[in-house]
């Protein structure tokens, strides 16, 4: 196992990667804490994990509410007695350019995926040193690497979590707190839908005539799976990346190699 008897938070497991990921370490050894703002999609990972012989427990926090993740952190603590591993995955995604961005959606796409990244760390912090270390991870994307031509926003928050990623690495070396992030390309999530469906409506193309474009920019020549994200989430906060800090690490395909 990779993880035994390690705590971890994932924020964003009710769906998607954060799902996958939540799974795959519970498999590991792992307690996890599930969180999200959807109870019922929340419940369902914990059973799963549960019927699979794992430990997960589900905690409702919205990442725009700083005293939501303060208390995320609390419980984590108070129903598994520590803290090992925090992961910032929750994320959301909206079409934005510097025409059409409202400082509401601005703010909001900013919060939910940077200051809820700052401020789950600094709550997150003082618990895994007091589990003499752990793993920090972000999910940032390819668009925090390249910009990305459906939205602004996104692209800024996710290139912010590259650097948050670079900035706590070197921070927190000497607390034996590794920090990393994943850069996914296109992972096929129910974030996918709707993104494929409103670049589709811009060209004035089906969403399947857009996805079967968007493929052929991938080397790999298809989408990344969730599992493959996870895969990879595993690996950076496991020991078997103990030497690895600071990396912003693609599940893209190839993408980026282009
Ligand atoms: N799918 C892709 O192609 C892709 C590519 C690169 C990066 N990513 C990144 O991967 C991460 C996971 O996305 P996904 O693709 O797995 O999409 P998803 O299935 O839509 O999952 C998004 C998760 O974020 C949570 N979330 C959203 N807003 C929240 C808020 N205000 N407070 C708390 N939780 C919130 C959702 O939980 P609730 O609904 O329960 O609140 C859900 O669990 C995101 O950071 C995304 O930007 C995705």
Known sequence: MLLPGKVAIITGSTSGIGRAGAIAFAQEGASVVISGRNKERGGEVVETIKQQGGRAHFVAADMLAAGDIEQLVKAAVDIYGRLDIFWHNAGIVGPDDIQNISPESYEKVMAVHLKAAVFGVKFALPRIRKAGGGAILFTSSVAGLKQSG???????????????????????????????CLCPGRVQTGMRPDISQERARALGITPEEWEKRDKKRIPLGRFITEQEVADAALFLVSDKASGITGVALPVDGGFLAV
């Open 150 to 180: 459906y939205s602004l926003s996104y692209s800024l928050a996710k290139s912010g979590l590259v650097m948050l990623t670079r900035k706590l690495a070197v921070d927190l070396a000497k607390d034996n707190i590794r920090v990393n």
